[in-house]
Each structure stands twice: as structure tokens, then as C-alpha cells.
């Protein structure tokens, strides 16, 4: 079982930056490819980007590419997103997951382990 917890969501204006940090443990985290999704009220839960086990390989959507940026530390068992040139757009609740398959995929239920969400709200 593994337990997810972000932090460093807030409150930033519109071309602010901010750093997501998503801390695990009861695991091993080496093990899992990571997810960075989101939920804005009254949507569904979206992907925002990924990246694999060894933190070679990453994705992102089409709306945040060139602007967020996933990586990890494997010896700090976290995971983090770097958002810059924030957008309006972007406020929503921010969930970090981790996939046991190691599939880097960009699908929700493929993941089987979730936190409980850092709120980022971008002001224009």
C-alpha cells in the first residue's frame, strides 16, 4: 500500500510559477511510474503529465506541454510539477498517483494509488 501526499499548491496570478511536490511512502517507489492529474469543479479528473520509473520518459497533455514539467527524486521516494506561465485555466485540484504496472499511461484507472489533492487557483 502506498500513501500519497502532495503539497505546494496556493493562490498565484496568472504567469506565476509554482512547484508541486508529492511525497510517498509504504512502498517501493522506485517501483511505480508516476501521475500529475487534475480536477477543476464540475469536471472530470484529467491527465496532466507522467513519467516513468526511472524518470526517463515523460508525457504530457497538449495544454500544459512546454509550460509544466515532471520529475522525481527515487531517493527522496517524491515526485514533483513544475508549473510555470500559469493560466486561469489551470486552477483546479492537483492529484498525484502512482501506477504498480509502471505503464506511464495517461488513462485515471490505471492507477492505483491516489492523494488527497493540493488546490491550485491561478487569478488573471
Known amino acids: 500500500q502506498v500513501q500519497l501526499v502532495e503539497s505546494g499548491g496556493g493562490l498565484v496570478e496568472a504567469g506565476d510559477s509554482l512547484r508541486l511536490s508529492c511525497a510517498a511512502s509504504?512502498?517501493?517507489?522506485?517501483?511505480?511510474?508516476m501521475g500529475w492529474f487534475r480536477q477543476a469543479p464540475g469536471k472530470e479528473r484529467e491527465f496532466v503529465a507522467c513519467?516513468?520509473?526511472?524518470?526517463?520518459?515523460?508525457l504530457y497533455s497538449d495544454s500544459v506541454k512546454g509550460r509544466f514539467t515532471i520529475f522525481r527524486d527515487n531517493a527522496k521516494n517524491m515526485v514533483f510539477l513544475r508549473m510555470n506561465t500559469l493560466k486561469p485555466e489551470d486552477t483546479a485540484r492537483y492529484y498525484c498517483?502512482?501506477?504498480?504496472?509502471?505503464?506511464?499511461?495517461?488513462?485515471?484507472?490505471?492507477?492505483?494509488?491516489w492523494g488527497q489533492g493540493t488546490q491550485v487557483t491561478v487569478s488573471s
Open positions: 509504504g512502498g517501493t517507489f522506485r517501483n511505480y511510474a
Open positions: 498517483a502512482a501506477d504498480a504496472n509502471g505503464s506511464s499511461s495517461v488513462v485515471v484507472r490505471e492507477y492505483d494509488y
Open positions: 513519467i516513468s520509473r526511472s524518470g526517463i520518459r515523460t
